[in-house]
């Protein structure tokens, strides 16, 4: 009986296979016969080892033969990415459960900032910043945003979600609409949501004063006051003043110093638009503390993605009334007036002034008029058709007459604004999003370009690693199975031999 054995690996790549009728294991039995059969298999020494160096490993073996999990877990020890190599190459589970734990925390916190971040710069927000000029230190003025867009799309669909699924793709609110979605909830007494409704503080998203004193980002947030006008909706107002009371003062540039100035970033938030004849954008008032502010007339529009600086100078004005010419108005003296803060505008004494009147008179006041109201002075529900006859025959009566009263105030700070705008190119605004993200990256993970590099390498690393086992694993089982076949065919070939006999 013949068998087949395989020698050892020949450095001339040849398998030596031996023949022979009983058990012969010696070099010169008389009955081997030597074939020398070229290889055409893969480099057998890949999974083959010599009889010398069997017992001793070679640190290539080991470094081929360790899993694809052992590899990556051994890179990323080995690595100088912060976290990440202690977690691997922590020695105690404990130890390794407080970098796992620390780990996640800070890629939540880089993965928030960067989506929230990433949100406001597809919005394309706009840059205001308001500097004053003048000779040596000024109390800074109070600047209102009001947004273009009165009513917001996401909270009108939650408090009219009928009007948004008969309307889905064309969504859209007129004037008359918007003045009985309010009134309603102004007789409803429903404040809450009358404010919900329109935009919301989080469209400032920045707000920092560098004048005497330093207002930050947090502070900022705190001292904004809201208001409601019926032509703009929800406005908020940057005191010139801190959380402290303290007043807000800029003076110009100095050789030692630089301009104080008030910063903003401000989200149009254009997707909540719902006003066709309307624009996306914001209107930005610059008054005075004391007086309310005249957004139809001093207001300020800006537009999305332009960086707008405006220049602000100060001036005060003092008038005489009769019998002098310019018959000038003392504001504060007025009936309308007793029971408000503030100084009105022009604007809001009229208003003001017709509501007086048909209050007087008729005990009520026509609905648009009304939507200046924070509170209703009446009670909606004993007003009959008569008194709404009075007050708008009211209402045409003493249109001049307000008019003619509402003139020239007396005392009154003016605010000359100076603007110039810059479009924020792409460039910029890429370049912007990479310090931003640079920032949150460095803060939450450590991580430089050097550290992203490093990263990069490790994988590149591990995927070649990983394709090279793979390699080799094919190719060790095509060994296999021709030494299989050539032990198969050796033992038809005696088969045959001995037929043969």
Known sequence: MCKTYPLNYDARKTVEIRISDGHCDVANCPNNNYRQQPSEDPDWSLYTTPLATRTKSSPRSKH??????????????????????????????????????????CLSGFSYQTYHFSILYRKKPSVVQIEVENDGLAEFPAVTLCNTNRLRKSEFCKFKSQICNDNPNNLSISEPEIGEVMYKLLTERNHDQKKKLGHSTDMIQSCIFNGIPKVGEEECAQIIEHSYDPDYGNCYTIPPRNSKGQTLEAREADFWQEANDLSLLVDLESDELMEKKRHPGIIVTVHDINTLPDIHTDGHMIGAGISYSLSVQKTSV????????????????????????????????????????????????????????????YDPKKITEEDLRCAEAEELRTQDYCRSVCGLPCKDTVFVVTSSSTPLSIKETTMELFSYLGGYSGVWLGFSLLTVYELIEILFNIAKFALQKHQRMVQHRKVLRRITNTKKHGKGMTKKRRSYR
């Open 64 to 105: 081929q033969d360790q899993s694809v999990w052992k590899f990556t877990i051994k890179a990323l020890s080995e690595s100088s990415i912060s976290g990440v190599n202690k977690l691997f190459s922590a020695q105690t589970r404990i130890q390794r459960f407080i970098w796992l734990l620390v780990l996640v925390c």
């Open 318 to 377: 003092h008038l005489l009334p009769l019998p002098y010419k310019t018959n000038c108005t003392n504001y504060l003296k007025l009936p309308w007036h007793k029971d408000i803060k503030r100084r009105l505008t022009s604007r809001l004494c009229t208003v003001g002034c017709s509501q007086y009147y048909q209050f007087q008179k008729c005990k009520y006041v026509t609905q648009n008029l009304s939507l200046f109201y924070n509170e209703l002075p």
